[in-house]
């Protein structure tokens, strides 16, 4: 079964950085866009980047344009998010989802990992 | 402010049906037929439950049902059970450099 596995989440200080990343089962990881989404506390869901699934093009949200880098390793079924520069506003549940075939269409989700920013 | 507007809650008694909306404007939902929408109960994982308006993936109970018109896309839940209560959001393809634009969320409160 697919299965997603977000790790990396943790506390950081303002300014600080941390790498997120997802590990892939279950599903053919080198034929599939993937996503982040986050959510924070008590909010709705905010699209943050997407990676087409050669590696070929990455797409940003505005909030998060020349801060966050998304990439991915088909060679080791892994997604990762490298977020520099953070800031209270980044403080959310992050999670990775697949696409399933138009854009906006995510058929499954990680459990996410939490990334806290306060000093 | 999300680029979506969904209302913020919506209500019903067991069996009966609800609609949630979702507005967008020309460059979105109204634009494309690439409007999904998810289903999150607390603590969990956001659920697709539609996709491309008014696909359902398999497995997805058909009591659930979306559509579109002009800017605004909709999703019925008919009759509504107690395990339906929980946050549903509608997300669609966007032509602005955002690329994927999510709805504010409305929660659904089985009475």
């Known amino acids: 079964q697919v299965q997603l596995v977000e790790s990396g989440g943790g506390v950081v200080q303002p300014g600080g950085s941390l790498r997120l990343s997802c590990a892939a089962s279950?599903?053919?990881?080198?034929?599939?866009?993937m996503h982040w989404v986050r959510q924070a506390p008590g909010k709705g869901l905010e699209w943050v980047a997407f990676?087409?699934?050669?590696?070929?093009?990455?797409y940003y949200a505005d909030s998060v344009k020349g801060r966050f880098t998304l990439s991915r390793d088909n060679s080791k079924n892994t997604l990762y998010l490298q977020m520099n520069s953070l800031s209270a506003e980044d403080t959310a549940q992050y999670y990775c989802?697949?696409?399933?075939?138009?854009?906006?269409?995510?058929?499954?989700w990680g459990q996410g990992t939490l990334v806290t920013v306060s000093s | 402010q999300s680029a979506l507007t969904q209302p913020a809650s919506v209500s019903g008694s067991p069996g009966q049906s609800i609609t949630i909306s979702c507005t967008g404007t020309?460059?979105?939902?109204?634009?494309?037929?690439?409007v999904s929408w998810y289903q999150q109960h607390p603590g969990k994982a956001p659920k697709l439950i539609i996709y491309d308006v008014n696909h359902r993936p398999s497995g997805v109970s058909d009591r659930f049902s979306g559509s579109k018109s002009d800017n605004t896309a909709s999703l019925t839940i008919s009759g509504l059970q107690a395990e339906d209560e929980a946050d549903y959001y509608c997300?669609?393809?966007?032509?602005?450099?955002?690329?994927?634009?999510f709805g504010g969320g409305t929660h659904l409160t089985v009475l």
């Open positions: 020309s460059s979105d939902v109204g634009g494309y037929n690439f």
């Open positions: 989802a697949k696409q399933r075939s138009s854009l906006p269409t995510f058929d499954y």
């Open positions: 990676i087409r699934y050669d590696g070929s093009n990455e």
């Open positions: 997300n669609s393809y966007t032509s602005s450099s955002t690329l994927v634009v």
């Open positions: 279950g599903f053919t990881f080198s034929t599939s866009g």
